[in-house]
């Protein structure tokens, strides 16, 4: 079992900057993709940003460029830095993580890949 813990939602104006971050537990040595997903009210839970255990990473279109995930192993914490926020990413965001250590595989945006999850952090950003 993994147990994650997210910190660092907040209120921001357009334009502004957030770092999320988000401590591992357990049998961290499970898994091997970890990442954030966030929902907003109303919609499905979707991929923002993923990293394996080999620092490759992936990024939904929207955020490309804009966010950066990356994590500290010697510590279990995963963060995601992000700048430049806009409205539409107002919603919770969620740390996930898999089971997959075994079976190294490439890292997708997919909600259905992970099997652990924090309770999640809210970020909204206002005009």
């Known amino acids: 079992q993994v147990q994650l813990v997210e910190s660092g939602g907040s209120s921001v104006q357009s334009g502004g900057s957030l770092r999320l971050s988000c401590a591992a537990s357990g049998d961290t040595q499970s898994s091997y993709c970890v990442g954030w997903f966030r929902q907003a009210p109303g919609k499905e839970r979707e991929g923002v940003a993923v990293?394996?255990?080999?620092?490759?990473?992936e990024y939904a279109d929207s955020v490309k460029g804009r966010f950066t995930v990356s994590q500290e192993n010697a510590h279990n914490m995963l963060y995601l830095q992000m700048n430049n926020l806009k409205p539409e990413d107002t919603a919770t965001y969620f740390c996930?993580?898999?089971?997959?250590?075994?079976?190294?595989?490439?890292?997708?945006?997919?909600?259905?890949?992970?099997?652990?999850w924090g309770q999640g952090t809210q970020v909204t950003v206002t005009t």
């Open positions: 990293i394996d255990a080999d620092g490759s990473t």
């Open positions: 996930a993580a898999d089971a997959n250590a075994f079976l190294p595989q490439i890292c997708r945006l997919k909600t259905n890949d992970y099997e652990y």
